[in-house]
């Protein structure tokens, strides 16, 4: 499986929370070699892939990502087709290009301060001040774009150096493709049942993780291991709160978490010698993970973390080594640390 | 006017003092009637064959962009950057940079780590970085621009970087690709407006009677903005001003501009606010003085990554540069 590809396929798909499926069906589609896979009523995409060899019939592991990217939404449809919006990072939307999910796709461009209006005191970015310039009349807009309809980045996925690549919707793409990527080095090896859950509305409710993660304590999951994305090292940011692109996998240790299970995890890629760092919280961790330990009668549940830059604006940026170096660990646990 | 020339010449990098791509394509596109050299301060001084006119009225349009330069390298390959030309802080945050075929983003604290205030202000430039992934053959004082891609939406409407003036350099382009001129025309592909200009050296060794600038201007005609803080709109046509903040404009190339406009029906409007300012300046005070007139497409967001435009407006300010130079040639203004 070639990550980067993957990862453009599934980052290209919209996935706005809360409007999932087109999305979900890419991810769905990607998902079918492994084993039959489902959408359930929420909208998360459920996968059960059959054990094999001598852990075939083990307790399944539970393995999840959320699939739904951040979102702008629209509120109101203003005269010369221009409209109001909420949502997104306010120091980063000027200028911006972005997708409109109305009856069908229109394009747009976010306003910018006129210069003869800028560098005043009025100098914090506010929705107030910003709109979506549509170009349609407003008859246009008011027909084909109700409100409530989503709006999404439109930043093409694109390389960015030797081996990191930058898009919208990395968070959390690549925890999706660090799934997928364990998947295929598990194949034909022995290893316990295996439950995907590519969750909906991580970025707004939680609900979509919270459901399907019942469904697998329903199906006999007793651990899961949750996929994310955490806070890369950038200027301006303290090594104390971040940790470096190219680290490899972060593993959470928490209050909230496994320490068991996050232990284990920390001595298997320390065994392995797979590129690894802790992130240590002290608290809630922020995902889903919280969520699906709650399951029935709860799951052990660690969490793995891919650092990123830029978190929630279009200029995420990732490392594929440590994408790679996740889906190298959680293959490396399905296979009982096996060398895979 | 030729959209198609007009994405490649948006798609070029042409930073202030860093024009030479912009002036190579348009020197390739030129057809054979004309003669070209380039001047020591960058201008590229296009002359089409033809009879000699009355009046000697020169055109001009700027090649260069707004942009970007690297003052600092620091570790990590994080880029520190300075503006080349008025760009508002936040048309920069949260953005790709285009450096050759590679990218930048400019990156940003995440909000969930930001504290207080500081969630909702915008650093200024100097506390900014780029971040090409560790690209070490970047050095200081190398340039980058808004990413390249050019895009058409909604009813009519253009959006790329460097429309200013990429859309003027087409107008003159087009006008000397014509094949039934009146008289000899030449036309200035000038350098460094958007620092001060290398214009006035041109109008200097070319002494003309009267001026032409082709440019593109603020439009403000925003919902959240007012009245006459609008300037000028989309949709109204071509924007001659009569004053802005380098050059008050005479009162007779004023009138000719209105009255060439309304016997032609092409849409024309003033700008509600002094506002901005052009290679006019230095041509005006070129020499011993050059009468000179803009005529402007106007566009939103000015001097950021997504200029946008209207098709209709470039029609008409096209229409209206030619119009006006025929009539100025013929020294009807006198």
């Known amino acids: 499986m070639n990550l980067s590809e993957t990862l453009r396929t599934l980052c290209l798909a919209p996935g706005p929370t809360g409007n999932e499926r087109e999305v979900a069906d890419v991810a769905a589609s990607l998902l079918e070699k492994y084993g039959p896979v489902r959408i359930d009523r929420l909208g998360s995409v459920l996968c059960s892939i059959p054990g094999e060899g001598s852990s075939a019939s083990a307790a399944p592991v539970l393995l999840e990502a959320h699939l739904d990217q951040v979102a702008l939404v629209v509120t109101g449809i203003e005269e010369s087709g221009f409209l109001s919006f909420e949502g997104g990072d306010v120091r980063i939307l000027a200028s911006q290009e972005v997708t409109i999910y109305g009856k069908q796709t229109y394009y747009g461009v976010i306003t910018d301060r006129p210069p003869h209006l800028s560098g005043g005191k009025e100098d914090t970015p506010s929705h107030k001040a910003l709109r979506i310039d549509t170009g349609l009349p407003k008859e246009t807009a008011e027909a084909q774009i109700p409100l409530g309809s989503r709006v999404l980045y439109r930043t093409a996925y694109a390389a960015l150096g030797e081996g990191m690549v930058t898009a919208p919707a990395i968070d959390n793409r690549a925890g999706v493709t660090a799934i997928l990527a364990a998947l295929d080095r598990i194949q034909g090896k022995p290893h316990p049942p295996v439950l995907v859950q590519f969750s909906v509305q991580e970025e707004s409710t939680q609900a979509g993780a919270t459901a399907a993660a019942f469904a697998a304590f329903t199906a006999g999951a007793e651990e899961a291991i949750a996929v994310d994305v955490t806070f890369g090292f950038a200027p301006g940011l303290t090594r104390r709160e971040t940790l470096p692109l190219g680290s490899g996998a972060a593993i959470g240790f928490s209050p909230a978490l496994d320490d068991e299970f996050s232990r284990y995890l920390d001595y298997l890629a320390e065994s392995l010698d797979l590129p690894h760092t802790r992130e240590i919280m002290s608290g809630r961790t922020g995902t889903d993970a919280e969520r699906i330990q709650a399951a029935g009668d709860g799951l052990r549940t660690a969490l793995l973390s891919i650092p990123i830059r830029n978190m929630h604006t279009p200029v995420e940026t990732a490392d594929l080594k440590d994408i790679e170096a996740t889906a190298k660990l959680i293959a490396a646990y399905l296979t009982k640390g096996g060398l895979v | ?334």
């Open chain 2, 1 to 334: 006017m030729n959209l198609r020339y007009l994405e490649e010449l948006c798609a070029l990098p042409g930073v202030s003092g860093h024009e030479d791509a912009v002036r190579d394509w348009i020197e390739l596109h030129l057809p054979a009637d004309c003669s070209y050299r380039t001047d020591r301060l960058g201008n590229l001084i296009v002359t089409k064959a033809g009879a000699k006119a009355p009046c000697f009225t020169v055109l001009f349009a700027h090649m260069d962009e707004v942009g970007f330069i690297v003052t600092d390298t620091a570790e990590d390959g994080f880029l520190h950057f300075d503006t080349v030309g008025g760009i508002d802080k936040q048309s920069v945050i949260g953005k790709r940079l285009q450096f050759g075929e590679r990218i930048g983003v400019v990156g940003i604290k995440p909000t969930h780590l930001c504290k207080g205030a500081e969630g909702e202000s915008i650093p200024d430039i100097p506390s900014m970085y780029i971040d090409m992934a560790g690209e070490t053959s970047i050095e200081r004082g190398d340039v980058l621009t808004f990413p390249v891609g050019f895009t058409r939406f909604g009813e009519g409407y253009i959006r790329s970087k460097a429309l200013d003036d990429r859309l003027g350099c087409l107008s003159l382009l087009e006008l000397l690709c014509a094949d039934d001129l009146p008289y000899a025309l030449t036309c200035v592909f000038s350098a460094r407006e958007e620092i001060g200009g290398a214009a006035a050296g041109a109008a200097y060794a070319l002494r003309p009677d009267s001026a032409i600038v082709a440019e593109t201007t603020t439009a403000a005609d925003l919902p959240t903005v007012e009245g006459a803080e609008r300037v000028c709109a989309l949709g109204k046509g071509a924007v001659v001003p009569f004053m802005d903040k380098g050059t008050l404009y005479p009162k007779h190339l004023y009138d000719l501009a209105y009255k060439t406009a309304a016997a032609n029906s092409i849409p024309i409007q003033t700008k509600t606010k002094i506002a901005g300012g052009n290679d006019a300046r230095g041509v005006t005070a070129s020499g011993c003085g050059v009468p000179t007139i803009t005529v402007s497409v106007p566009c939103r967001y000015l001097h950021g990554p997504s200029v946008v435009a209207k098709e209709s407006d470039c029609e008409a300010a096209s229409a209206l540069i030619r119009l006006l130079w025929e009539r100025m040639s013929a020294g009807d203004e006198l």
